[in-house]
């Protein structure tokens, strides 16, 4: 997707504009200019780090780290859960998104639970028009109905149009060369993750550890529980911004790389990962694909569904077929506050660019370090 910032952004009733001389507000009704609405920051990014400022209220700054990723070794072979009663799954979630936390964020984190919490306009207004609905019938009949309804329905518009102004958070950002490059070559990076025939949120994994479900799981050493999933871009429905960021889904949480942070929401609780704190490691993963090959891996031998203990098909078993194993790549997202993602794409060397973009984007200012390991999939 290409990257552009825009220069205005819509909140409702109100328009950030954006322009050399700082960030304007203004009404949506022509030569009408109001000092209220949706509460917004101003990020400035560019040599000497980020700089914020809330557009309606005192200034604020932020400073971020350097850090840096690698790739490990290859992982023995993976393949899906078919007879896992003997295998101790092992859960690989983030924390609790309320509890990701950073200081360096607390204003836009805070902005954004308080409109998380308000009441919906949309709502209230649509209810109200139900109670005036339903008066009008007993008085007026069809005619009052009819009325009522049409009240109902505008005041379900007007109350939409209006919470997306009491609603919203607006970050209106202004990036210097240097930042506007290093963010552009991340989502240069991430459209290589995103444009792999298949991407995956691994949920759970566990260690093969007895014969009887190595051979029902085609000799896998590790059975992993996943299901497909989306990477794009777009925004949270309580963030405005010029920019829209990459975001990526991860079971019940969703990822979006802002030019400062990285923002994860999950229903109504938001939480923000510095870019110095955030850990990109990655490995080729041996795959037993039963399911459809995607396009774009790479099939690297084939093995039996039942195999004995010398890899040769285990002739007790009628129905018994060879099994391609695909090369993928496992991406694994974590940070000190409690991120903890696990994804597996279908095409391998997309992991590393993105590692390495996002470690520019923090590179400015200062050095942190980072556990650069795969999560173990054993219990114990």
Known sequence: ?????????????????????GVGLSVGVRGFRLGTGPRG?????????????????????????????????????????EAVSRVDMVAVSSGAVAEMEDARFADVLAAM?????????????????????????????????????????GGRVLGAWLDESRRSVVLMYDLEDEAANAYEAMTNAFDRVAACHGKWHVDAGG????????????????????????LGYGLPTILKSNITPPSMSVGKETLFFLPDFLLVVHDDNVGA????????????????????????????????????????????FANNYQIPVCLYESIHLTSTNGLNELLQVSCNGVAAPLAMAVTKLSRCNGASAIDRSLPRLTSG
Request: aromatic share 12%; net charge positive.
């Open 1 to 21: 997707m290409p990257f552009y910032i825009r220069k205005s952004v819509s909140a409702g009733p109100f328009r950030f504009n954006f322009s050399k001389g």
């Open 41 to 81: 920051h101003y990020v400035h990014a560019g040599r000497g780090g980020l700089y914020y400022r809330k557009t309606l209220n005192a200034s604020r700054s932020a400073r971020y780290g350097e850090r840096r990723v690698s790739s490990e070794p290859p992982a023995a072979h993976d393949r899906e859960p």
């Open 113 to 153: 639970v308080e409109k998380q919490r308000s009441a919906r306009l949309a709502t209230v207004l649509m209810w109200c028009g139900i109670a005036f609905a339903a008066f009008a019938t007993i008085g007026g009949g069809v005619i009052g109905f009819l009325l009522g309804a049409a009240v109902a329905f």
């Open 207 to 230: 260690a093969v550890n007895d014969l009887v479900t190595w051979k029902r799981n085609a000799g896998a050493s590790h059975v992993l529980d996943k299901r497909p999933t989306a």
């Open 273 to 316: 990962v510095s870019y110095d704190q955030l850990s990109i490691v990655w490995q080729d993963s041996n795959f037993i694909e039963e399911g459809t090959v995607p396009g774009d891996t790479t099939v690297l031998f084939h093995t039996w569904k039942h195999p004995n203990k010398s890899g040769g098909p285990d002739r007790r």
